[in-house]
């Protein structure tokens, strides 16, 4: 009985052993990859949903390993088109099999440029394993293909073989692989470039448009907003490999210096943020989140070269996702207070969100990458530079119109300053006058008095002269309220010879004291048509100074002609040689109540309106006056009158 137990028991174990070896050869070919066949007439094949992939944890497998019969359980159909596997430490291996009913060679393209390491394996019966390497890590030059993407030749057999892909990474996992033939891989690329030609261009335009922007305006945003399309573009030009083939081909560092460009990127987007809102003036407790962020962007910007790829990228797209947040909410709120560039900023910044979700999505692996998905970062930054360019065009209107307001507001309140001012000296000079009046009629008493000392009749004098000169500046001032109310000519037929001899009679008793020499040299035709008194207190002011700024015993020249241009005009010309203005004052002497600072002036008094008035005057008679001068060499004032 017992002998019998152990037979059946035997045969029962060799009936299980015979099933499982049975089941596991019909699940080995259950499990072998369909080829793929290569026919003349198709040029290009995705290769995604034809993928058998393995998963390598520990990353210690080799392509003897992938290829024992115990590892067939362990690789799995793939269900996407472009198998994507977010950030992750572990390696992945593909396979799939390729029969060619056509003579063409045909190109494996491996789309997806930051992958560091592919190994590809080229299997057939009878044949060694072929094995050739690619990946950011290597130098350009060693690629089969000198292009941006990873591409391998294969060419053509009629007998199925069988291919392996290796793939270690640490930026995001992703393998988009398609088959091309020679021509449609061609027309590939140079649709491709075409595209890349559009967008960096566009891109470049923007930086030199803007560069030139800065150096008329000098605003700091345009400086800013240059060095974020620069570092947003590096960023994308390492991504999508165009850097690598046509920059630093010989430098493969540079691929992982990926979240280095991205801090750069997020510190200019953010000065730039500052600068274009204002937030500074509109959103304190933002600009100070702002602040932190930039500060952030540069220690990961100089960290990330010393941190791992994962965890720098990991960093950078927390601190980009909190700062396009910020910059949201600043536009939001700086638009709310009525600051119109903000909406255009807003928009932008809510398109290139929509196109990074977009690409972010994909590279976790959350979204399938399509075209949409790879490219939407470009899109998106395309379009923000678009509506950013307008909002900095806006933002030059918007500031010239702030400009304007203040600039109405500055005149308005200088207005009612000059209102108050004028209507406070006209006040003063009133009250000024009265006491005056008396001064100088106890004076004149005093002086022509026959029960005054010699002694008293001077002091008297003394005091009739002070009050004469205090009594001339109150007039002046209120003269200069006059004319800045608008005064109306009163236009006569006078003779120039009769009036200037009229001005230098006032002027003798100066005249006298300083020894000056008056020459005269008027002309033939001195009559022309003024208004008599005004212009006579403009040469009463401009004689005046040749004379008390002339040197003792100095000369004077007064000279009149009559010019012919588009109309007849009276030049008249004062010179004299005296102490002379510096050229730096030239324009200054005619402003209010302005006087050359040196010590010979000091010694000379007056209120500094003199030549202000004559200015003023001329211009009422649609004339011009000219300074000429330097110092110790005299002065030549030229005076242009319309003769009729």
Known sequence: MNKFCSQLVGFRLTSSKVFLSILFILGNSLLAIEPIILTENR??????????????????????????????????????????????????????????????????????????KIDFYILSEGENIIHKKAGDFLPFKERDVQYRNYVFRIVPNENPKTYYLRFETESPMQFPLTLWTSVSLTEKINGEMLGFGLYYGTMLVMILYNLFLFLSVRDKSYLYYIGYIASFLCYLASVNGIGFEYLWQDYPFFNSMIPSTIAVTLFFSTLFTQSFLQTSIHAKTINKLLTTVSVSSLIIALASTKLSYSLSIRITSTIVLIFVILAIV????????????????????????????????????????????????????????????????????????????????????????????????????????????????????????????????????????????????????????????????????????KLVGYVIKQHQSLVEEKDVFIELNLGEHTNFHCDEILLEKALSAIIKNAIVYNNQGGKIRIESEITLSHFQHLQITITDTGIGISLEFHEKVFEKFFRVDSSLTYTVSGVGVGLYIAKKIIELHSGSIELQSELEKGTKVKIVLPSI
Do not use: C
């Not at 159909?77 to 390696?91: A, C, D, I, M, Y």
């Not at 900095?392 to 108050?420: C, P």
């Not at 002091?459 to 006059?482: G, R």
């Open 43 to 116: 040029g290009e094949y995705p290769l995604g949903l034809h993928l058998e992939i393995l998963e390598d944890k520990e990353g210690t497998l080799t392509i003897d390993d992938v290829q024992k019969p115990k590892m067939e359980k362990l690789w799995f159909k793939s269900q996407w088109e472009v198998p994507n596997f977010g950030l992750s430490k572990n390696v992945y291996w593909a396979r799939f099999k390729i029969q060619s009913q056509s003579k063409k060679d045909h190109y494996l393209e491996i789309a997806y440029p930051p992958m560091d």
């Open 330 to 497: 600043s536009s939001a709120t700086v638009l709310k207070a009525g600051y119109r560039p903000a909406r255009y900023f807003l928009y932008a910044w809510i398109v290139l969100l929509f196109g990074g979700i977009i690409f972010t999505l994909m590279n976790f692996g959350i979204l399938p990458r399509t075209f949409l998905t790879n490219y939407g970062m470009q899109f998106g930054s395309a379009f923000e530079v678009i509506l950013l360019s307008l909002g900095l065009a806006d933002r030059i209107n918007e500031l010239k119109r702030q400009n304007e307001l203040a600039n109405i507001k500055t005149l308005e309140a200088e207005q009612r300053s000059n209102k108050v001012k004028d209507e406070f000296l006209a006040n003063l000079s009133h009250e000024i006058k009265t006491p005056l009046t008396i001064v100088y009629a106890y004076s004149e008493m005093l002086t022509t008095g026959k029960d005054y000392s010699d002694e008293v009749k001077e002091y008297s004098k003394e005091i009739y002269t002070h009050a004469q000169k205090l009594n001339d500046y109150v007039s002046d001032v209120m003269f200069v309220t006059d004319l800045e109310s608008n005064l109306q000519l009163q236009r006569s037929t006078v003779d120039l010879e």
